[in-house]
């Protein structure tokens, strides 16, 4: 079955700096991926929807300029959170879908980032 | 707007006893309603999904979910628990032509005792 990979899985980083990401579907083409964010005992939110070869939208209340996505590909999109904070600490999940009609979300693993 | 309420927070079984998890949904499309299930530390994986064809949906691990649109309800039943099942459950929905922006409840956990 169609499979997403997300790297890595767990990151430790220092306060202002900046941790990249990577969300790669394996054996699809996604020309969207989705970015969630998980915080402690909480549901995910959807942060952002990633286009493939355009600019990322994203959902009210998230910085676009702090959370950098970049769809380059057909298979790999990118979240780079900038100059990361304590509060950014959080569970991000990636999901995407393949091109064709209909087809189901296939979701990452998730990484789980800590900012000290 | 659209809005899903999963109406308990946790639910607690012994192992070969029914499970039900409930699930409310709010939305001004016609719905695709979802249940995800996470392990601690895992990614989401889908458990089966209604797409306005028959309303009593199948799906893996001897889950099933039944969606009643008078009472705007999806809940994800199963006759019998497993330890194996013990985990986070999301119930989610998409509506209007965003296929994929999902809109996820608050979970409900779910704890099978021996």
Redesign the interface.
């Known amino acids: 079955g169609a499979v997403?990979s997300?790297h890595p899985?767990r990151v430790i980083c220092k306060s202002g700096t900046s941790v990249k990401i990577e969300c790669r579907s394996l054996d699809f083409q996604a020309t969207?991926m989705?970015w969630y964010r998980q915080f402690p005992k909480?549901?995910?939110?959807?942060m952002a929807?990633s286009n493939e070869g355009s600019k990322a939208t994203y959902e009210q209340g998230v910085e676009k300029d702090k959370f950098l996505i970049n769809h380059a590909s057909l298979t790999l999109s990118t979240l780079t959170v900038t100059s990361a904070h304590p509060e950014d600490s959080s569970?991000y999940?990636c999901?995407a879908?393949d091109r064709a009609y209909?087809s189901?979300?296939?979701?990452?693993?998730?990484t789980?980032l800590t900012v000290t | 707007a659209q809005s899903v309420t999963q109406l308990d927070s946790h639910v607690s079984v012994s192992e070969g006893t029914p499970v039900l998890l409930r699930c409310n949904y709010s939305s001004s499309y016609s719905p695709s309603l979802f249940w995800y299930v996470q392990h601690p530390n895992k990614g989401l994986q889908l458990l089966l999904k209604y797409t306005s064809a028959a309303t009593l949906v199948k799906g893996i691990n001897g889950f099933e979910a039944e969606f009643k649109k008078s009472e705007t309800s999806f809940h994800l039943t199963k006759p019998s628990a497993h330890m194996s099942d013990a985990a986070e459950y999301f119930c989610a929905l998409a509506g209007g032509t965003s296929y994929g922006k999902l809109t996820f409840g608050q979970g409900t956990i779910l704890t099978v005792h021996p």
């Open positions: 997403v997300q899985s969207t989705f909480q549901s995910l939110m959807l929807t569970f999940i999901s879908r209909n189901p979300l296939h979701f990452g693993n998730g789980r």
